[in-house]
């Protein structure tokens, strides 16, 4: 019976785990790459930001390895032989490399207030600029209106300095705009978590169907925001087309007949399973999505060498 179905799906945690650490690696080693470049500009015209800006440096290069590291064992390939307990290590130690630069910012600001604000500035800008391309898709609304008030911002801070030697006026409003970067990015930064993780059940997603000799192919975006769709043709009983949301909701089309339709789509569950994919397809109208929860009676329990991690 053609029709349209739609699931939730969940990630293994290891899975889920090994995309987060990756990611918040990627985060911190751009933020690094920012301070640097605000911190150094700032050491020329204050000596005693020369120390903090060293210590950026030498933070950016520890992360920088930490992401080599990553690259290595966090590929989408490798992630189901990662352990939970090894994916969380490595997270923590990506925790513990962020929580450094806050100190080092933290430490700027003493007796450099003046200095240390701007350099602020400066980071935000640096980092919206270089990563413009990867950013201002996922927050179009916002994009342009905060980069161009930072830069005025920017500006008037540079005027005041000249002309009092301080920023006193402009502290609080430099210091709101800063939550409201951070805000932003936090945004950003989990619209691409929830998009890798929809990549990463589109590639099972295409295995799992290649494996049952289908052909597969990922069809192109207007934008990230829009969603990611796979379409699978099944050759002998017609076309599936799989819509995968941000929010973790997948949506099938197919013209599967009703004979084959139950094999085929259980088949598919079965082997995203295999995967870390964790499914329950229904028939729209039928009844409300249901989330397959971690450990549910319904999931079969993981075998030695499937890589599925269940825990907290």
């Not at 290595?72 to 513990?96: I, N």
């Not at 013209?255 to 139950?262: M, N, Q």
Request: with cysteine; net charge negative; glycine share 4%.
């Amino acid at each position: 019976m053609s029709g349209r179905k739609y699931s939730l799906v969940e990630l293994a945690n290891n899975v889920r785990e090994a995309i987060r650490c990756r990611l918040a690696a990627e985060e911190a080693c751009a933020r690094a790459e920012s301070l640097v470049v605000a911190l150094v500009e700032a050491a020329r015209s204050t000596p005693s930001l020369r120390d903090a800006a060293s210590s950026a440096r030498d933070a950016l290069v520890e992360i920088k390895s930490q992401l080599d590291i990553l690259a290595e064992t966090f590929d989408e390939s490798q992630m189901m032989r990662l352990t939970l307990a090894d994916a969380r290590q490595e997270r923590q130690r990506v925790e513990r490399l962020k929580s450094n630069l806050d100190r080092i910012a933290t430490r700027c600001r003493a007796g450099n207030e003046a200095a240390m604000l701007r350099a602020e500035l400066v980071a935000v800008i640096d980092r919206l600029q270089k990563d413009r391309d990867e950013i201002e898709p996922w927050l179009r609304d916002v994009y342009d209106p905060f980069t161009q008030e930072t830069g005025r911002l920017l500006e008037q801070s540079d005027r005041q300095i000249r002309a009092t030697g301080s920023i006193n006026a402009l502290a609080d409003q430099i210091h709101q705009q800063i939550a409201h970067y951070e805000a932003m990015m936090e945004r950003w930064a989990e619209r691409r978590v929830l998009d890798r993780e929809r990549r990463y059940v589109a590639d099972a997603l295409k295995t799992v169907c290649r494996e049952m000799a289908f052909d597969t192919k990922l069809l192109p975006q207007n934008g990230p925001l829009e969603d990611l769709v796979v379409e699978v043709n099944t050759f002998a009983y017609g076309i599936i087309e799989f819509r995968l949301q941000l929010d973790g909701t997948i949506r099938s089309q197919s013209e599967i007949i009703e004979a084959s339709c139950c094999v085929n789509f259980s088949m598919i569950e079965d082997k995203l399973r295999g995967l870390g994919v964790l499914s329950g397809f229904r028939y729209e109208g039928d009844q409300q999505p249901v989330r397959l929860k971690k450990g549910e009676k319904s999931l079969p329990d993981s075998e030695p060498g499937v890589g599925i991690q269940e825990g907290l």
